[in-house]
């Protein structure tokens, strides 16, 4: 049965046979037609269509077409990026098609379109790093550079995806040499002006998300205000816990929750009082741990159960040791 993917493919290729149009209208018209494929696929092949059609158009643009011609190969690239069972060969057929649309973006002084295209690299660079055929910083680097244009007053969303994405790659390298704990220190830096943008009443599941992310990084930040930054941890994941909750998002709800739990396990009961000990927060902490190894479990996350259990187990030593030194 044809789609209307189908019927668009046939009716994009039918309509450069015609002798009416120039070639440099004919690919512009393919290379739209390929995005109105592309923004809403309901299927792999659609998504391949619309590859086809970009390199169709990209074979027709005439030579002096080169800022449409740099545009169609930085459509393609969105397009391999959008393949869902997409592998390092397309993520480097994406990463081909941008660097030939980066230069002629730049020379013309097409600073947003070269910017979008610094964040489309970046994606690939990352998305290769996870299987080591890529170098976080260069991702890194071109997340920079697209922020130069892509500022919080002018393009918010962009800005927000950009320092997402930079504080991820900052997590995801390596912590071991002398600079990891200035790349920790950015990590958390990018999550909170991702903040300055996005909002609770706006934007709540990935207001949760990254207020969930900020205190990952703050809890396990190698800094030596420790104290402080568990504080600030507990705080982000109580914003990420208005909106996550066991009904609604069970398993986000449980990975919050540890995750308060972990770093209230390692919080005195009074930062001001440290001789007080921590019991009355290794029991509110065991509290929470038990109620996401029941929701792990319920959903059959059998490795989080087990993790916990062995947790719970610590902790109850722990708190023996610490209602000792109490009384």
């Known amino acids: 049965m044809a789609t209307l993917s189908d019927s668009d493919f046939e009716a994009a290729l039918k309509a450069i046979e015609s002798d009416t149009v120039t070639d440099e209208e004919k690919a512009e018209m393919l290379m739209e037609m390929a995005m109105g494929i592309q923004q809403k696929p309901k299927s792999v092949k659609q998504i391949e269509d619309a590859i086809a059609l970009y390199e169709k158009a990209a074979t027709l643009c005439p030579i002096p077409a080169i800022v449409l011609k740099a545009r169609i190969k930085a459509r393609q690239a969105t397009a391999y990026q959008a393949l869902p069972n997409g592998n390092h060969e397309t993520l480097f057929k994406a990463q081909d098609c941008l660097n030939q649309a980066l230069p002629t973006f730049k020379e013309y002084s097409l600073k947003e379109e070269a910017a979008e295209t610094e964040l489309n690299l970046g994606l690939a660079e990352q998305a290769l790093a996870q299987n080591g055929m890529g170098k976080l910083a260069d991702a890194i680097q071109h997340y920079q550079n697209a922020l130069r244009v892509f500022t919080r007053q002018d393009f918010p969303q962009d800005f927000a995806v950009l320092h997402n994405n930079l504080a991820i790659a900052y997590l995801s390298m390596p912590m071991s040499d002398e600079r990891g704990k200035m790349r920790e220190a950015l990590a958390v830096q990018s999550f909170e002006e991702v903040l300055k943008v996005i909002n609770l009443i706006d934007h709540p599941s990935e207001y949760a998300m990254i207020n969930n992310n900020l205190g990952n990084a703050l809890q396990y930040a190698s800094s030596s205000h420790a104290l402080a930054n568990n504080l600030r941890a507990v705080e982000a994941y109580d914003e990420a816990l208005k909106v996550r909750n066991s009904r609604d998002t069970p398993m986000e709800?449980?990975?919050?929750?540890?995750?308060?739990?972990?770093?209230?396990?390692?919080?005195?009961?009074?930062?001001?009082?440290?001789?007080?000990?921590?019991?009355?927060?290794?029991?509110?902490?065991?509290?929470?741990?038990?109620?996401a190894r029941s929701i792990f479990k319920h959903y059959g996350q059998a490795e989080g159960v087990a993790q916990i259990s062995e947790t719970l187990k610590e902790i109850g030593k722990e708190m023996s040791v610490a209602k000792s030194a109490t009384n």
């Open 253 to 291: 709800y449980a990975n919050t929750i540890a995750n308060k739990a972990n770093v209230l396990r390692n919080l005195p009961d009074d930062p001001e009082e440290l001789s007080k000990g921590n019991h009355e927060n290794l029991k509110q902490a065991f509290t929470l741990y038990e109620e």
